[in-house]
């Protein structure tokens, strides 16, 4: 697969991800405060990578103090920045190497796919914390899993390849 159509499947994922999660939490009447802190943990650090890679100063906070419906917003632009990245970006660019701080003041080198990757990996990994949460509330979440959204072509990027079982 081109590797340019693999990581924007892969973002496309991700963007589905964050907004059937935001949805799931902006539909409680009272959101369990964590889950709220780790959504805008995602967002937040969505767009610290987006900034990285573009070379630009952060547009918030790694950690920002958001409400659900400033999250739900943070996700729609972040979605759309990275779709405007893959216009311009050519499968050589993906192997650029990105200098940045980390945020415990560390200097890094990383390629543009490993950050890509992670980014994805990252967020999915603090979904999982989401929907702890939401259980631990009482509260029912959404099934982000990847195969979920490939299988339900809930993404046009992702439809289904293959036979749905």
Not at 18 to 47: F, K, S, Y
Not at 59 to 78: G, I, K, S, T
Not at 128 to 154: K, S, Y
Request: one cysteine or more; glycine letters at 4%.
């Amino acid at each position: 697969m081109d590797p340019i159509r693999y990581y924007r499947r892969l973002l496309a994922y991700d963007a589905w991800a964050n907004r059937e999660t935001i949805i799931n939490l902006r539909a409680l009447d009272e959101p369990p405060p964590r889950a709220v802190q780790l959504v805008g943990h995602i967002v937040g650090a969505e767009w610290l990578w987006y900034t990285r890679v573009r070379r630009e100063e952060p547009r918030m906070a790694v950690w920002p103090d958001l409400a659900p419906a400033d999250c739900e917003r943070a996700f729609e632009d972040v979605a759309e920045a990275w779709r405007r990245f893959f216009q311009s970006r050519t499968p050589d660019g993906l192997r650029d190497s990105v200098e940045y701080v980390n945020t415990k003041g560390e200097s890094w080198r990383s390629s543009v796919e490993d950050i890509l990757q992670h980014l994805v990996i990252h967020s999915s990994y603090h979904r999982a914390q989401v929907a702890h949460e939401l259980r631990q509330a009482g509260g029912m979440p959404v099934n982000t899993d990847f195969i979920h959204a490939v299988r339900a072509g809930f993404v046009s990027q992702l439809a289904p390849r293959g036979r749905r079982r």
